[in-house]
């Protein structure tokens, strides 16, 4: 199938069923678009499926209409409003990205790739992403759904990471520089409903007769993928400090994983675990701590078991977080709180 026809075949079938997201105009729209709603649910969307992303792009929205407001905002509101969303670097990034357009922009977002590209925390995807969608320029726009759709339709033998530039080429070729944004969002609404990472739908899909994947009788089988190490383990312990219906909580370092972010007080996280002595000096006070069980979480580059000890009383230069309000601590830290609180309730 030649390109055009692809290319036709691919945008009919968006324009006709595109999914109805709160930060997309419709197909064929001329309307304007909010260069910062597109690149604020871009970064929300990196790593996160867009059910979970969905409700956070609505809070920030109310709380934060337009990207001055957002660079205006205290860091550790902004941090307590990404719980939750994970790779919280990305948080980190989106502040120092929101200030850059108020301080060196005059508060709106340059329209080219190149400039874009110069603005702290975006990447090739993002600007690629907010040049094409908001500004209706030719970039090309390629995320994991993006590689996918391309691997099968050319039947990619090079494994992934390896594949991304020849992955990347072949999506340049297919770019429609005549409706630059309902391709981009045409190719990502491909491989998120139909290209699927796992029983891809080949009978409902507009480049069916063009793939080389489904052509082999086993389109599933790309992208081809490098085997994965096993995630190292590690250990930790984290103490969960309540009083009158709060718990005690720290602010991590700005920089690190978890950075910037509310979390317990706890040990270092490492591969055999605290010592004893490691354990008591962490401690935030030296209370009667009770151990209640663990909890479990999966980074990115290791997985995490956390030992959970919890007492009762008062311990100097901590904050202090309501039990109602523990949706602002990172997912980790979540899953402790609520095994102390809950084992407590429990006893």
């Known amino acids: 199938m030649d390109p055009e026809r692809l290319q036709r075949r691919i945008l009919d079938w968006y324009r006709s069923g595109a999914r109805d997201l709160p930060w997309r105009r419709p197909p064929r729209s001329r309307a304007a678009v909010d260069p910062y709603r597109v690149w604020l649910s871009e970064v929300m969307l990196q790593q996160t499926t867009v059910v979970h992303a969905a409700p956070y792009y609505e809070t920030f929205l109310r709380r934060w209409p ?206 055999g675990g605290p010592e004893a002595a490691a354990i008591a000096a962490a401690a935030p006070a030296d209370l009667d701590w009770r151990e209640v069980g663990s909890v479990d979480h999966v980074f990115t580059h290791f997985r995490l078991t956390l030992r959970v000890l919890t007492a009762d009383g008062d311990a100097p230069g901590l904050e202090w977080l309501a039990e109602g309000s523990l949706g602002d601590l990172p997912s980790v830290f979540l899953k402790a709180a609520r095994r102390a609180l809950g084992m407590s309730a429990a006893g």
């Open 66 to 271: 337009t990207v001055t407001a957002l660079a205006d905002a205290e860091d550790a509101e902004v941090m307590a409003a990404w719980a939750g969303l994970g790779y919280y670097a990305r948080a980190r990034n989106l502040l120092a990205c929101a200030r850059a357009v108020r301080d060196l922009c005059a508060g709106r977002f340059p329209d080219t790739e190149a400039a874009l590209l110069r603005l702290p925390g975006v990447g090739p995807y993002t600007a690629a992403a907010v040049a094409a969608i908001a500004f209706d320029r030719p970039a090309n726009v390629v995320d994991g759904n993006v590689e996918r759709v391309m691997s099968r339709l050319f039947a990619v033998e090079t494994p992934l990471p390896a594949a991304r530039a020849q992955l990347r080429d072949l999506a340049a070729g297919l770019v429609d520089a005549a409706a630059p944004g309902d391709w981009a969002q045409a190719l990502m609404d491909l491989g998120a409903t139909i290209c699927r990472p796992r029983a891809p739908r080949c009978d409902l899909c507009p480049a069916a007769e063009a793939c080389a994947a489904r052509a082999s009788g086993a389109p599933d089988a790309w992208p081809r993928k490098t085997a994965r190490g096993a995630r190292p383990d590690r250990a930790g312990v984290a103490f969960v400090l309540r009083q009158g219906g709060r718990i005690a909580v720290v602010r991590r370092p700005p920089r690190g994983l978890l950075g910037g972010m509310l979390g317990l007080p706890g040990t270092a996280w490492t591969a």
